[in-house]
């Protein structure tokens, strides 16, 4: 079952790496990917087939020497049980660091590592890197990110302007402790 949930997460980040459409979304600019490591908790995000399950979500992120970012991505399901995925970040262009592609490790992408990159692009980031909105440049993909587990009205209004500002879709948003 868990080989199924890695193919069809590759699958489904290779339709994520297609060209950048023309109406693309603004971008941040320069990120200090050293602030940006650590967790960020998902408060919401647009339905995709690999997050199907779950209802609480987070991200780990580690700068490494080199440049890269660890990724470490874990899901609680609706019966309580935690799912990992465990990949890295590196930056679509040299020095951009708004514009990331991830890559998760497991045999299909080890197998076609150019299908299996995902866009994330970092939107909208606060000055305190608290609150980060990120998302794919045809719209598809969104995440509303923030460092604490749970963020007041305020801030999600903040975050859903910023959503809609940028052309996206909010109408679908699944709200952390939902299920799709």
Known sequence: MR????????????????????????????????????????????????????VRSEAHYELQQDGRVAVTNRCETGDGEWEQAVGEAVPQAPGRTDRLWVRFDNWFSNLFPGLTKGHYWILYLDEAYSVALVGSPDRDYLWLLSRDQEIDASMRDRLLAQARQRGYDTSELIWRGESS
């Open 3 to 54: 080989a199924l949930i890695l193919l069809f997460t590759a699958t489904l980040l290779a339709g994520c790496a297609g060209s950048k459409p023309d109406d693309a979304p603004e971008t941040v600019g320069q990120v200090d990917l050293k602030r940006y490591q650590g967790t960020w908790y998902e408060q919401a995000r647009l339905p995709m087939f690999f997050q199907r399950n779950c």
